[in-house]
Structure formats: structure tokens, C-alpha cells
């Protein structure tokens, strides 16, 4: 396999691009070169700001014993996986063989973060279903990377979906999924995977929300190449109903009232900026969040809204998080 060692000329950048080796039969090509849009503009709505900040990195398909073996390692650490729940190699391994794709971020030889997904077949659509994602704390912006190279993946096997769940609670992955992928999702489970072991989902019950990533709408394309303006939260309150009315009380908030009767275009859910600290300093109050966006998510879904985008800002010194929902979305079709 032949490795790409690109220069990137932008000078932001600290040295080089987040480089790529083949995979299959389409090459890695580092989007700043692609789409010159991306270094004219410096507003700060759009999302090529977090780009590479990295120095020597390399995304690739796993291939060799030794690469399985440090993906288990890499997942123990994201996670603090348990034996029980890694995914063991002698699984990785005929998923990334058979269809499916197992990629390893490498900063030189160390693994630093990773990506398993496999053909699926869903609402008889055959997808890619992408399992887990993950990177150590301190390589925040290679899970772009990485999710971006997914989508090269999919593409190149003429697919339009990628699928996943996640914890709705989790802002930053709320952020990520819908604000930087460009995902939408009107499925809500209610546990999903049974109780769960691992430090990030312990304590609650496992609710997630199937995600859909068309990967071929406009949508989609400007989010992932770092065009796409995002509305800022104040231009959301504007025009959407917030549907939960919540409180500060001491570090965290609380809701102090709900509302299933709205009928607006646009509806806002607000979710915790910080679940995990939640459930570590007040776990009663991880699950009255989790009992009130169930109740309103579950409600909102059926009655026709889809979930299509996640504002997040920091407002006097606090970080605020909201789900938009708007009415007929349906991004399923090629542009
Ligand atoms: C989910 C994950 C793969 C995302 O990858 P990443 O490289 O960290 O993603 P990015 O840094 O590109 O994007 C995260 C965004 O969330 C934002 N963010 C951080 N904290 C946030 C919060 N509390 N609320 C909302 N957004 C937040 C970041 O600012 C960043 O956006 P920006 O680039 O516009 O600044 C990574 O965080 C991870 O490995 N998490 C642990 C494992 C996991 O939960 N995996 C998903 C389920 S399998």
C-alpha cells in the first residue's frame, strides 16, 4: 500500500495534513485541498476551524494481526472497555474482510483512535452501520477525520446511508453527530443495549437515537467539507418554540416544565451541556433529564418532527445545548 505524504500549504496548519493511504480502490485526499472555500472564509459558524491541528497522522484500513490487537487496546482505553465488552479481533477482523470497515488513526505508530462499521440492512435499504467511533481525549478532531473517511468508504461502494446510535444526552456527540455530519434522526430507543459497564454509559439506561447520515445530500456535503453556516442559537430561539423550560441550580440545570402541545414549524429540546459529570454528582438528575427528553423526543418523533440539527454555544460562561426539530424533513435524496 502506497502512503500519501501531502504538504499542506495553509500556514495555520501546524505541519502536516491528516494524511492518508489507500483504501480500497479511492484515495484519501485531504479536503482543504478540495475545496479552497474553506480557507476564504473566517467565520467562525463554519467548521474547518478545528481541521488539523495534528502533526504526522495517518488513516487506514486495519490490516495485520498486530494492527487488531492495538485496536482492542486503543478501545479498552477510549472507553474503559471490560473484557467483555471489547470487540475482539476474530470479529474485527472478517467485518473489515466482508464489506464492513475497521479504520486506525495513527499518530506515527501509535493508534490513536479508531472506526468499525459494517454492511446493514435497514427499512430494506442496504447502509453502512457504523458501530463505534472513538479517539483518546487529547486527538479531539480526528474523529472528523476518521468519520469522513467512513464516507469516502460508503460512497465508493454506491451506498446513500450511513446509520448509528448514540446517547442523545451527550452533548458533544449530539454536536458532532448533527452539527459537524449533518445526520438526522426521528427513531428513538429506549434501552437499547440493556445496562451498560462502561465509564460513558453506566448509571442510566441505555436510550439512543438511531441516526441517518445520507451521505450524498447537500446537507451533508457542506458539513463535511466545513462550508455549511450553522444558525447561531439566538437566530433557533427566534424561530423555534423551546419545548422544555429548564433552571440553574448550582453548577447544573434542571427542567422545570415541559410542553407536548407544540405545533410550530421549528421546535427546540434542551439537553445537559455535561451528562457525565451529571451522573457522577447527581445521578436523580441525569434521570429526570433522561425520563423528560424521552417523554418529548418519543412524542415529537411520532407526531411527525424530525430531530435535523444541534446548536450549542457557550452564553455567560455556560454552555447551553439544543436539539432543532423541524417538520418533513426528509433528506434521503441524491443532489
Ligand atoms: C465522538 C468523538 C469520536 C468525536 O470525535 P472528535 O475528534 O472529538 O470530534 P471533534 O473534535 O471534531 O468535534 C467535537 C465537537 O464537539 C464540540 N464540543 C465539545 N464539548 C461539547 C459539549 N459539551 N457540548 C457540545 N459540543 C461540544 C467541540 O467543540 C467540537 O466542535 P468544534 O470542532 O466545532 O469545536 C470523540 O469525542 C470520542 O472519541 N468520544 C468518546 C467515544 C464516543 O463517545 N464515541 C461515540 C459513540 S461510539
Not at 495555520?12 to 484515495?27: K, P, Q, R, S
Request: glycine share 6%; with cysteine; aromatic share 12%.
Amino acid at each position: 500500500m502506497s502512503l500519501y505524504l501531502k504538504k499542506i500549504s495553509n500556514f495555520t496548519l501546524t505541519a502536516y495534513a491528516l494524511l492518508g493511504e489507500e483504501l480500497d480502490d479511492f484515495d484519501w485526499i485531504p479536503y482543504e485541498q478540495n475545496n479552497p472555500e474553506q480557507t476564504k472564509s473566517s467565520s467562525n459558524r463554519n467548521f474547518h476551524k478545528s481541521a488539523l491541528k495534528y502533526k504526522v497522522m495517518l488513516i487506514r484500513k486495519l490490516e495485520t494481526p498486530q494492527d487488531y490487537e492495538a485496536c482492542e487496546n486503543t478501545m479498552r482505553e477510549i472507553w474503559q472497555f471490560t473484557e467483555r465488552d471489547v470487540i475482539p479481533s476474530h470479529l474485527l477482523k472478517p467485518i473489515n474482510d466482508q464489506g464492513g470497515l475497521v479504520l486506525g488513526a495513527f499518530e506515527h505508530d501509535k493508534m490513536v483512535g479508531i472506526l468499525v462499521g459494517f454492511l446493514a440492512y435497514y427499512k430494506g435499504i442496504l447502509h453502512h452501520h457504523s458501530h463505534v467511533t472513538g479517539v483518546l481525549n487529547k486527538y479531539k478532531g480526528v474523529g472528523y477525520k476518521l468519520k469522513q473517511k467512513q464516507r469516502e468508504f460508503a460512497l465508493s461502494q454506491g451506498l446513500n446511508l450511513v446509520t448509528w446510535t448514540f446517547d442523545p444526552l451527550q452533548s458533544s456527540n449530539a454536536y458532532f453527530n448533527f452539527a459537524k455530519l449533518g445526520v438526522i434522526s426521528n427513531t428513538y430507543y429506549r434501552n437499547y443495549y440493556g445496562k451498560m459497564r462502561d465509564e460513558l454509559n453506566k448509571g442510566l439506561a441505555s436510550d439512543r437515537f438511531l441516526v441517518e447520515w445520507w451521505i450524498r445530500t447537500k446537507n451533508v456535503n457542506q458539513r463535511v467539507n466545513g462550508i455549511f453556516e450553522q444558525p447561531t442559537l439566538d437566530e433557533a430561539l427566534t424561530h423555534a418554540e423551546v419545548a422544555n423550560k429548564t433552571r440553574k441550580t448550582g453548577n447544573m440545570r434542571k427542567n422545570v416544565s415541559y410542553d407536548l402541545h407544540l405545533e410550530s414549524e421549528k421546535i427546540l429540546v434542551e439537553i445537559p451541556s455535561d451528562i457525565t459529570t451529571m451522573k457522577e454528582k447527581n445521578m436523580p438528575l441525569a434521570q429526570e433529564w433522561q425520563d423528560v427528553t424521552r417523554t418529548l423526543f418519543e412524542h415529537y418523533f411520532c407526531t411527525g418532527y424530525t430531530a435535523c440539527n444541534v446548536l450549542s454555544e457557550i452564553k455567560e460562561a455556560e454552555r447551553r445545548t439544543y436539539y432543532l426539530l423541524g417538520r418533513d424533513i426528509h433528506e434521503n435524496s441524491e443532489d
